[in-house]
């Protein structure tokens, strides 16, 4: 899937939900770097307006700390996150309880991951397309009832 166009005119910038892939392949240089570095140009270029689900730093740092990366480097990237221009969308007790619906019908190994249930719910309460490389969602958009861009078109 392409990068969502939006029908608005070009001076006004595209809007989308980040899942965390897009910070953690920016900061920690992974494989989808090359990808997440234009998705963060668009947003540095105000082309992309991002907007991330509160729960994003929880999910960020358990990500990195799940690979033993100590709390100091945690913190290194976390302060890095916060540079990259984003809105901090809170989850509230209705998208906590969408989310936990959401992961009932389709967490699980292999599917999707207890935090991208937060992400998914709350793209789903805000009516924006999540950027994410996570395939699940990617490939069940529909069934999650979101619009998925998939980060690797970047």
Do not use: C, W
């Amino acid at each position: 899937m392409r990068r969502p166009r939006s029908s608005m005119s070009s001076a006004e910038p595209e809007k989308a939900l980040l899942d965390a892939d897009v910070f953690i392949s920016y900061i920690a240089g992974d494989q989808l770097l090359p990808h997440s570095e234009k998705a963060v140009e668009s947003i540095l270029n105000q082309t992309l307006e991002a907007s991330v689900s509160s729960i994003i730093y929880d999910d960020v740092v358990t990500a990195l700390r799940s690979k033993e990366m100590p709390i100091p480097r945690v913190i290194e990237m976390v302060a890095a996150m916060a540079s990259i221009p984003h809105t901090v969308i809170p989850v509230d007790a209705a998208t906590t309880v969408n989310a936990l619906r959401i992961y009932m019908t389709h967490g699980g190994p292999r599917r999707l991951h207890y935090f991208d249930s937060y992400h998914v719910a709350t793209a789903l309460r805000q009516s924006l397309p999540l950027i994410t490389s996570d395939k699940y969602i990617i490939t069940n958009q529909a069934k999650l009832g979101i619009r998925a861009a998939d980060l690797r078109n970047y």
